[in-house]
T-cell receptor, first 116, second 115 residues
């Protein structure tokens, strides 16, 4: 199966700082990638759809200035949590569909963000 | 709008017994249906999918699922559970009305297999 790599796996940062999370498709191209947030013992909440070479599409209620998404190449999307606060602490997961084929999404291993 | 329901927060089964994890969906048009499994602090792993064709689909690790259009269900099954199957299971749907772009998840069902 296709591999999606997410980095870092976990990060601790201080309130007010920014954190960047990378999502890479290692063996396929992904025109579109997705960013999810998962709260403890809850389902995945879609935050935004990341489109290569264009602006991301954010879901209702997600602050685009808070969660900056950049999809500069067909294999890399980044999510930057700006001016992080403790309530941003969560598990963030990215996924991608293989461009030009395939029906199932492939997921990164997730990033555990803790803001102190 | 499309939605997925997983009515059970947790399913308990003894090792060696059959297991079923329930999923129902609501979409416009024909759905693409998926099951994923998540282990603690990890991303989701693809188990199986239904796109078209045979209603019974087989997937990874001995899991299978049956698509039932009249009942709008896609229950996950395994004939003989293993302790290592204990994890969080998500049912998901992609639908034509979103251009098949968005994957909508159920709330997840925790499977606990006891020795």
């Amino acid at each position: 199966g296709a591999v999606v790599s997410q980095h870092p796996s976990w990060v601790i940062c201080k309130s007010g700082t920014s954190v960047k999370i990378e999502c890479r498709s290692l063996d396929f191209q992904a025109t579109t990638m997705f960013w999810y947030r998962q709260f403890p013992k809850q389902s995945l909440m879609l935050m935004a759809t990341s489109n290569e070479g264009s602006k991301a599409t954010y879901e209702q209620g997600v602050e685009k200035d808070k969660f900056l998404i950049n999809h500069a190449s067909l294999t890399l999307s980044t999510l930057t949590v700006t001016s992080a606060h403790p309530e941003d602490s969560s598990f963030y997961i990215c996924s991608a569909f293989r461009t030009g084929g395939g029906t199932e999404a492939f997921f990164g291993q997730g990033t555990r963000l803790t803001v102190v | 709008a499309q939605s997925v329901a997983q009515p059970e927060d947790q399913v308990n089964v003894a090792e060696g017994n059959p297991l079923t994890v329930k999923c129902t969906y609501s979409v416009s048009g024909n759905p693409y249906l998926f099951w994923y499994v998540q282990y603690p602090n990890r991303g989701l792993q693809f188990l199986l999918k239904y796109i078209t064709g045979d209603n019974l689909v087989k997937g990874s690790y001995g899991f299978e699922a049956e698509f039932n259009k009249s009942q709008t269900s896609f229950h996950l099954k395994k004939p003989s559970a293993l302790v290592s199957d204990s994890a969080l299971y998500f049912c998901a749907v992609r639908a034509l009305n979103t251009g098949f772009q968005k994957l909508v998840f159920g709330t997840g069902t925790r499977l606990l297999v006891s020795p």
